[in-house]
């Protein structure tokens, strides 16, 4: 169980934060859902490592990660939105850099880039450059990093933002396929409702300037989720929930 509770975060004194709790059960999927500026992506960079709140606590089965220290954050692959400078590179290079930066010996370093690319269906993309590689794929190879340690939680800052709607509607589906093989958490940050409504199980909506918790929508679509329940009346009806969710923000 990942615990957020009474999180509160500050900068250049104003509130970004402001007395967030929130519980994640294992194996879920979960979207934060808001406007920008609400500390959506702040959430995420706290339980990373990337931030520390003023109040509060994010604790794993009871243990905050604070106590436990540095080995905490191996427990989380963060995949930012801001994907970084790294066309020159080769992709198994890229995953090398990343492993090496946290010591992970050589042999295990091939064994385990060799079951990403397998995990993420991008083995013919190995030898290529990350520069000559397809749009579509980026956000795979980003995630690929996010996943390379294993962590059990796995938080995503808008992964498809920057596609069009087509393509990620495709990548909607490959995701899937991806929690299903891994069984992750996981807690992504997004602007789209109806995304947040076919990959998720539970949908939280947050408030503005400070971000609070002001609904949270669980998703009770079956799964495996498919193209065809967005032609429903349960999908809309959902979709048009959690919009209405806004009201009164």
């Not at 993420?120 to 995630?143: R, S």
């Amino acid at each position: 169980m990942l615990d957020f509770q009474n999180i509160s975060i500050q900068r250049k004194g104003k509130k970004v934060l402001d007395d967030f709790s929130l519980k994640a059960p294992d194996g879920v999927i979960l979207a934060l859902l808001g406007e920008d500026k609400e500390g959506k992506s702040t959430l995420l960079k706290a339980a990373s490592g990337g931030e520390k709140p003023e109040t509060g606590d994010i604790y794993i089965d009871g243990i905050s990660i604070y106590e436990k220290g540095g080995n905490a954050y191996c427990n989380f692959g963060y995949m930012s939105k801001e994907y970084g400078f790294y066309s020159l590179l080769k992709v198994e290079e890229y995953y090398e850099l990343f492993l090496a930066l946290y010591k992970v010996g050589g042999r295990y370093r091939s064994r385990r880039i060799e079951e990403v690319l397998e995990l993420l269906d991008m083995k013919e993309y190995e030898g290529a450059f990350i520069g000559e590689l397809p749009a579509e794929t980026l956000p795979f190879l980003y995630l690929g990093k996010a996943i390379l340690q294993e962590p059990e939680w796995l938080l995503m800052d808008e992964p498809f933002s920057a596609l069009d709607e087509f393509t990620r509607e495709k990548l909607h589906d490959d995701l899937l396929g991806i929690w299903r093989k891994t069984n992750k958490t996981i807690i992504f940050v997004t602007h789209n409702i109806a995304e947040a409504v076919y990959l998720s199980d539970k949908i939280c909506v947050l408030s503005p300037h400070p971000g609070r918790l002001s609904a949270v929508v669980p998703v009770d679509l079956p799964r495996p989720r498919t193209k065809a329940m967005k032609d429903t009346m349960e999908f809309t009806d959902l979709v048009a929930k959690v919009r209405n969710s806004f009201e009164g923000v």
